[in-house]
C-alpha cells in the first residue's frame, strides 16, 4: 500500500513557477514510477509526466515538455513538479500517481494503469 499526498498547488500570474510535491508513505517507494497528470473542470485526466524509480528516466507531455520538470528524492519518499513559464490552459488540479508496472508495459501516460493516486492540489493560473 502507498499513500500518497500532494502539495505546492495555488495560484500563480501567467509566466510565473510553481512547485509541486507528493509525498510517499511506504519503503518500496523507489520500486515506482511516479507520474503526474492534471485534470481541468470537464476534462479527462491529462498525462503529465512520469520518471522511472531510479529517477534516470523521465517522460513528459508534448503540452509541457521543456516547461516542466520532473524529480525525484527516494531518500526522502518524494516527487516533485518542477513547473515554469505556466500558462492559463495549465490551469487544473494536478494529481500523482505511483505505478509499479507502467515502464515495463509503456503505459506510463495512462492513467488507468497507474496504482496509487493521491487526493490531487489544485494550480490556478491568472491571465
Known amino acids: 500500500q502507498v499513500h500518497l499526498v500532494e502539495s505546492g498547488g495555488g495560484l500563480v500570474q501567467a509566466g510565473g513557477s510553481l512547485r509541486l510535491s507528493c509525498a510517499a508513505s511506504?519503503?518500496?517507494?523507489?520500486?515506482?514510477?511516479m507520474g503526474w497528470f492534471r485534470q481541468a473542470p470537464g476534462k479527462e485526466r491529462e498525462f503529465v509526466g512520469a520518471?522511472?524509480?531510479?529517477?534516470?528516466?523521465?517522460y513528459y507531455s508534448e503540452s509541457v515538455k521543456g516547461r516542466f520538470t520532473i524529480s525525484r528524492d527516494n531518500a526522502k519518499n518524494t516527487v516533485y513538479l518542477q513547473m515554469s513559464s505556466l500558462k492559463p490552459e495549465d490551469a487544473a488540479v494536478y494529481y500523482c500517481?505511483?505505478?509499479?508496472?507502467?515502464?515495463?508495459?509503456?503505459?506510463?501516460?495512462?492513467?488507468?494503469?497507474?496504482?496509487?493516486w493521491g487526493q490531487g492540489t489544485q494550480v490556478t493560473v491568472s491571465s
Open positions: 520518471i522511472s524509480g531510479s529517477g534516470v528516466s523521465t
Open positions: 511506504g519503503r518500496t517507494f523507489s520500486s515506482y514510477t
Open positions: 500517481g505511483a505505478g509499479r508496472r507502467v515502464l515495463a508495459t509503456l503505459t506510463w501516460a495512462e492513467y488507468e494503469e497507474y496504482d496509487y
